[in-house]
């Protein structure tokens, strides 16, 4: 079995930011791309950022210039680097890896999500 756990979120004033952490631990051979997720209240989960085993990323609109994913391969982790932070971003984040594992299967896992409330 595989395991996400993220830690990092918390109250931020607008404008603030903030630095998520996802480590994957487990049965892991290795980890392809690996996401960051939001849900809000009332709404659909959407994809924020991702980043691929080599690196390269990409990011919804709402967030270029403002939000930075990275990833430690060594370490089986990502990260989310939020800045200028609007009350619009407050939401649930999770964090998502396409995992293959010792066992020869591949699938997705998800963490169980940390709290991130913009607001003054």
């Known amino acids: 079995q595989v395991q996400l756990v993220e830690s990092g979120g918390g109250l931020v004033q607008p404008g603030g930011s903030l630095r998520l952490s996802c480590a994957a631990s487990g049965s892991i051979f290795s980890i392809n791309a690996m996401d960051w997720y939001r849900q809000a209240p009332g709404k659909q989960r959407e994809l924020v950022a991702t980043i691929t085993s080599g690196g390269s990323p990409n990011y919804a609109d709402s967030v270029k210039g403002r939000f930075t994913i990275s990833r430690d391969n060594a370490k089986n982790r990502v990260y989310l680097q939020m800045n200028s932070l609007k009350p619009g971003d407050t939401a649930v984040y999770y964090c998502?890896?396409?995992?293959?594992?010792?066992?020869?299967?591949?699938?997705?896992?998800w963490g169980q999500g940390t709290q991130v409330t913009v607001s003054s």
């Open positions: 998502k890896a396409d995992v293959f594992g010792l066992s020869g299967r591949r699938r997705d896992y």
